[in-house]
């Protein structure tokens, strides 16, 4: 597998400056999450690294690289190719930098959305997206990046509510991938159950 190090300057050369300073900000907030969590440092700084290694390609060509690659597109990533740009990117990582560990190519799949009962690796990469230093303040912002420290569980709960909320008064609901419906259920009960306890 590839080393954090080397990683870092193949990505610096395929995104834009922007993205480039966003992915920085990802690998450092989940490698003070890994150290709190007591999770792989040199796992986590590679998930961090590559989760984003694609959302710069066009529309187009996510559907076709999809396509290559035998990825099935849903009909959500159909109407929202940049859905695809976690899964593209961990099938990029497997091919072109020999990443192989489960849970670093599960911890980039899913950092859009999230899924039902993801591992630390996967809650950290979700959530460190989420909260990383050049995040413009949203609602919810300062509570999120304060839960991050003290629960993950807690914060992708959180981090769902605020997503959920956000993206049904912007866009069209109907855009909003199941998956995160499912993990904000997910994450929900866990919530109600903590409470009730
Ligand atoms: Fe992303
Ligand atoms: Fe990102």
Redesign the pocket.
Known sequence: MISSKDLQKKVRKVVSERRFE?IIG?KDTAACLAMRYDVDLEKTLVAALL??YCKDLSDKEMLSEAKRRGIPVSKTEQKNPYLLHGKLAASYGKEKFDITNEDILGAVTW?TTGKPNMSLLEMIIFTA?YIEPNRRMIPGLEEIRAMAFLDLEETVYLINLYTIRYLESTVDPASIDDHTYETFEYYKYLHNSKKGA
């Open positions: 966003h990802v989760h984003d950092h997206d």
